[in-house]
């Protein structure tokens, strides 16, 4: 079997402040949760940035440069900065960053849909910040808009135009035509990085028969021409990349998924969910990749060709 790359999604643009008081958000703090997940086994990291007055998600350029440079300096792990930002923000909004940044990776949603985690709120008794509970609250009537025309915009500007290669997020099975569409029309090309999500309210549900219903469609759809990864919310991360590396898939983990390392336990760092579920992949003898490996296996520019 091929050897598994762990990715971690540092800090995300769901749970808000007063979730977890481990979630990072300022610069600084997302800069140290990053380099200790990579030193933990991490070998690419999925970045977003908050707000450090407040927590709250921004797709400011000057934020991100911020930490994107510590990071690099203090880590060979590939970066991989968002595209999806956060709730509410335009699509140039959420291009602002990456179009400055030039980075090996950015992650790209394959599709529309519904993204509820107003859910969330009722598990909060006291709030940190005015904004986090309409934030989540006002999801029941939110649609996260990534069309066609979206998609072939970010893969114009960011991957024809730099060199960028996606993680491509695919939170139900119709995200998976969604991309093989765009493959045959010559849009995008292999590998491709699919990240089959699970366990979000508007997307497929957490149930080990869909894990392998997309994988057998990703399977079908891709050929040898992908490299599978699975991601899974909250108390799921751990059962479903166990899962994805049994099966010879690539796992994620990170707080922007699951402020969880087990039933009850509430996870300090990013760095303790990197170590627990390399952990479990190594006591079933599985191999864990280097960033180096990581990159032969997505076809990445490599690091020396970032703008930051």
Not at 166 to 194: I, K, S, T
Not at 202 to 219: H, S
């Amino acid at each position: 079997m091929a050897k598994i790359i762990i990715s971690c999604a540092v800090t995300g643009a769901i749970h808000t402040p007063s979730m977890s008081d481990h979630l990072p958000i300022t610069p600084q703090q997302i800069a140290e949760q990053a380099i200790a997940a990579a030193e933990a086994g991490a070998a690419i990291l999925h970045l977003h940035a908050r707000n450090p007055e407040d927590g709250s998600p921004t797709p400011d350029p000057a934020v991100f440069m911020q930490f994107l440079p510590t990071i690099k300096q203090s880590t060979d792990a590939v970066i991989n900065i968002t595209t999806g930002g956060g709730l509410g923000m335009t699509l140039d909004e959420r291009l602002a960053a990456p179009l400055l940044a030039k980075p090996e990776m950015c992650s790209l949603n394959m599709g529309s849909m519904n993204f509820n985690i107003a859910p969330s709120a009722a598990r909060v008794k006291t709030w940190k910040h005015a904004w986090e509970k309409p934030y989540l609250e006002n999801t029941t009537n939110y649609i996260f808009r990534n069309t066609f025309q979206d998609i072939e915009q970010v893969v114009e500007r960011l991957g024809k135009a730099h060199g960028t290669r996606f993680e491509f997020e695919c939170y139900d099975v119709g995200h998976l035509y969604n991309l093989a569409h765009m493959l045959d029309r010559g849009v995008v090309e292999g590998p491709l990085f699919v990240q089959t999500i699970f366990g979000i309210l508007g997307g497929i549900g957490a149930e080990p028969r869909n894990l392998m219903f997309m994988k057998e469609t990703a399977e079908r759809l891709f050929g040898d021409q992908y490299v599978w990864s699975v991601l899974a919310a909250g108390r799921h991360q751990m059962p479903f990349t166990t899962m994805a590396g049994m099966l010879g898939g690539n796992v994620r983990v990170g707080l922007e998924d699951s402020l969880w390392l087990g039933k009850g336990v509430a996870a300090k760092s990013n760095a303790e969910q990197v170590a627990k579920i390399r952990r479990i992949l190594e006591e079933l003898s599985l191999e864990i990749a280097t960033p180096a490996e990581a990159r032969a296996m997505l076809a990445l520019k490599g690091g020396d060709l970032v703008g930051f």
